[in-house]
């Protein structure tokens, strides 16, 4: 990896806008963008899974920000990444498999930042969404994780505009 390149990731619970400020800050910042890879490998399985494809996702989504980071210059955004595999296995299944939980731990804390989604803003349905009700216990669930693995993040919230605000202060010192 370049020495100043750093991965920037949205993260946070279902239907809290990770994509869309991830789209954003990728053009913002320039930067090629690794989208969630589960949406598509759900799509062509109709939304069903068990616990043991999360490690396939996993693998994919890992092997996808491996490769783009080959594309970047300063910087790399993320649609999500092992954090979101970590928290779904976690709550879905009350176990993570050693490849996830491996992955998690090995992440560079020094070259890495997130943005963690509020729920604060209205729940869009979507086939492949499971947990409308679950949004606030589940933004919690990261906040623990993002502050027990002392990683770097920024919590946006608000309309568009304001999360877009937020993550651009954030980033002052590091551009």
């Not at 949406?39 to 109709?46: H, S, Y």
């Amino acid at each position: 990896m370049k020495p100043s390149l750093r991965t920037l990731v949205a993260t946070g619970p279902e239907s809290a806008g990770k994509t869309t400020i991830a789209e954003f800050m990728c053009t913002f910042l320039n930067a090629p963008l690794v989208p969630e890879y589960a949406v598509d490998w759900l799509m062509k399985r109709n939304g069903k899974y068990g616990y043991h494809d999360l490690e396939r996702i996993a693998k994919v989504q890992i092997n996808s920000e491996v490769d783009s980071l080959k594309q970047a210059n300063k910087w790399l955004v993320c649609d999500t990444d092992i954090t979101v595999l970590y928290i779904w296995s976690q709550f879905k299944y009350q176990k993570v498999c050693d490849f996830i939980q491996e992955q998690l731990d090995q992440l560079n804390v020094d070259n890495r930042l997130y943005l963690l989604c509020s729920p604060d803003i209205p729940w869009e349905a979507h086939p492949l969404r499971e947990h409308p009700n679950d949004r606030k216990e589940l933004f919690l669930l990261y906040k623990d994780l993002l502050d027990t693995k002392s990683l770097n993040y920024q919590i946006l919230s608000g309309i568009f505009r304001n999360r877009t605000k937020q993550a651009i202060e954030f980033l002052r010192p590091y551009r």
